[in-house]
């Protein structure tokens, strides 16, 4: 039996519409995914902060920003520019302990990976993690802000329309896979993290 995996944006949500989003949909565990768990401008957002809220409402919080999140503090994971590398990111040891992590939770938690990021498919919980997430027997979807869900199948069908590889051309014989590959690292490099110099 697969088991289901959510992903969500906090967005610039008050903290009660981010729980209700939770609520809504069963979740009872949050991956908090990114780097740095805090935000200037949402300080309801910060880990301590949001750890407690969560707690209150019942819902276990734990951080995951060290594994997996999309601005790492080992170096090779940048190019000469400072941008990070998602497949550098991918093949870390660290990265694949938090997707163990995530595989083991599911069974016992209905968990939501968290970010910062409104729409799934400009984060790097989608293209990084939800990439490599969906090689496993996972049915992933995601919050969308309104509260609706959107399956990680659809995503990639607007992230292929996206980059104009939806449709095979007379002359271009690559598979769905190889597409999706290519769609995923163009995405990747486009919304990557650029460290400053």
Do not use: W
């Amino acid at each position: 039996m697969s088991h289901q995996i959510f992903t969500i944006g906090h967005s610039n949500h008050s903290l009660e519409e981010f729980i209700g989003l939770l609520q809504q949909h069963g979740i009872t565990a949050i991956a908090d995914v990114r780097s740095h768990p805090h935000s200037r401008h949402y300080p309801q957002f910060n880990k301590s902060e949001l750890e407690k809220s969560l707690k209150n409402a019942g819902i276990r919080y734990v951080f995951l920003g060290a594994e997996l999140g999309a601005r790492p503090s080992n170096q090779d994971c940048y190019d000469p520019t400072g941008k990070a590398l998602y497949d550098r990111i991918a093949a870390t040891p660290e990265f694949a302990e938090g997707i163990q992590r995530l595989r083991k939770g599911v069974e016992s938690y209905k968990i939501a990976l968290m970010c910062a990021e409104k729409d799934p498919i400009t984060c790097h919980r989608t293209i990084l993690i939800c990439q490599k997430l969906k090689n496993f027997d996972l049915e992933i979807q995601h919050i969308l802000a309104d509260g609706h869900l959107e399956s990680n199948e659809i995503l990639e069908n607007n992230l292929l329309e996206m980059y104009g590889l939806h449709q095979l051309s007379l002359f271009d014989q690559r598979s769905l896979e190889q597409r999706l590959r290519e769609a995923y690292q163009r995405q990747g490099n486009k919304i990557a993290y650029i460290q400053e110099t």
